[in-house]
């Protein structure tokens, strides 16, 4: 093989895809099911609005592949650009839009501004104590159930093999090439990508390249299904994290929604995390915020995941700086889902051509290395 893709998620699978696509001879190794991760129990956002900035040039990338996915893939993955709002309700939100939309515009990103009538005339029930909102009209949602077994199905008939409910014993590099052991056998590979989510600060350590890495799961609802009626995904601007609350309605009528509830640790080992029902009215509180008659429905389910998030909230995008065929794409901090088909392509140009059009180096594992060099210095 060229390259052995550690993880089957949206990064992994996407990776696997495009490395394909490419030419390259793939493995994919995912210790369960393609898919079953933090993906599957992602809430499905497609947003630019709110990024750090230096994420811009890829969000854009993988705005354009989620827009070509059903084509691409060969099956309707759900997305739909329906928009993304977030609801205003202070000045301090305000301030912090405009400053955002300001600052953004330079990179790409066009947000337009709404007012009270026209939140009300444009989206009938949501916020109606809103004295503004942001539009980006081009984003929207997908499904994270079916997004990652799209990208592996599609790789597989490009020739990659995917394997699935493999432990991963132990990886070494050995020569010019990696040797990894799995419950399924040994595979060996010129290049190794780490797309392991919250377990890829384990695997880069394995190579004395350490990432400041928490693992944490958020908590999520669905509702009953209720008439469709609400187009955009719907979010908040505000500095208060007990209100950072938001919702999407699918188009078989469900209501689901996240935020507004501190993500709980979560140990690797399993790596489960279940929500946390006494927490659910204060969520359902700042829900109802945004969409006041969702506090008139049944919520049927909630539920976790296990996320990796990185201390500065950018992922780990790149080359490794100690090892060379080995290559990082994990660490995403709960926002990676609009990403994926992007850091999935990126990942797959750097690997085979050496160089990527889009600038991953705010992303590389080295700002962890020069970060504790110059605090030694001091």
């Not at 595979?187 to 944490?216: H, K, M, S, Y």
């Not at 719907?234 to 689901?256: C, F, H, M, P, S």
């Not at 750097?350 to 001091?378: M, W, Y």
């Amino acid at each position: 093989m060229d390259v052995i893709v550690l993880g089957g998620g949206l990064m992994g699978s996407a990776s696997a895809y495009f490395l394909a696509r490419r030419g390259a001879r793939v493995s994919l190794i995912e210790r369960n099911l393609v898919g079953s991760g933090a993906t599957v129990a992602s809430f499905g956002n497609i947003r630019r609005t709110g990024r750090h900035l230096a994420q811009l040039p890829l969000a854009h990338r993988s705005l354009s592949l989620w827009g070509e996915a059903d084509k691409m893939l060969g099956r309707d993955v759900e997305f739909r650009a329906t928009g993304h709002i977030r609801l205003i309700f202070d000045e301090d939100g305000l301030a912090d839009m405009r400053a955002y939309a300001e600052a953004a515009r330079p990179w790409g990103l066009e947000l337009e501004e709404l007012t009270p009538r026209e939140i009300r005339a444009r989206f009938p029930g949501l916020g109606p104590d809103a004295i503004a909102a942001s539009l980006s009209p081009y984003d929207g949602s997908g499904n994270p159930r079916l997004i990652a077994p799209a990208f592996a199905e599609a790789a597989r008939k490009l020739g990659a093999e995917i394997i699935e409910d493999a432990e991963v014993e132990t990886i070494r590099r050995t020569g010019s090439s990696f040797l990894v052991t799995t419950s399924k056998g040994p595979f060996a590979a010129e290049c190794l990508l780490n797309t392991a989510g919250a377990w890829g600060a384990r695997i880069a350590a394995q190579f004395g390249e350490a990432v400041p890495l928490d693992a944490r799961g958020p908590q999520m609802g669905v509702t009953e299904p209720l008439p469709h009626r609400i187009l955009p995904v719907v979010g908040i601007w505000t500095r208060d994290k007990n209100y950072g609350a938001y919702l999407r309605q699918v188009e078989r009528g469900n209501i689901v929604f996240g935020g507004a509830a501190e993500r709980v640790s979560v140990d690797l080992d399993p790596g489960h995390a279940a929500a946390d029902p006494m927490r659910l009215p204060a969520q359902l509180r700042a829900v109802a915020r945004l969409l006041p008659s969702i506090a008139q429905v049944a919520i049927i389910r909630t539920w976790s995941g296990c996320e990796g998030y990185v201390r500065d909230m950018l992922p780990v995008m790149g080359r490794s700086g100690t090892t060379p065929g080995l290559f990082h794409a994990f660490g995403f901090s709960g926002h990676g889902f609009q990403l994926g088909p992007g850091a999935g392509d990126a990942m797959a140009e750097l690997i085979t051509t050496g160089r990527c059009e889009t600038p991953l180096d705010d992303f590389s594992i080295d700002r962890f290395h020069r970060v504790s060099a110059n605090q030694s210095k001091k």
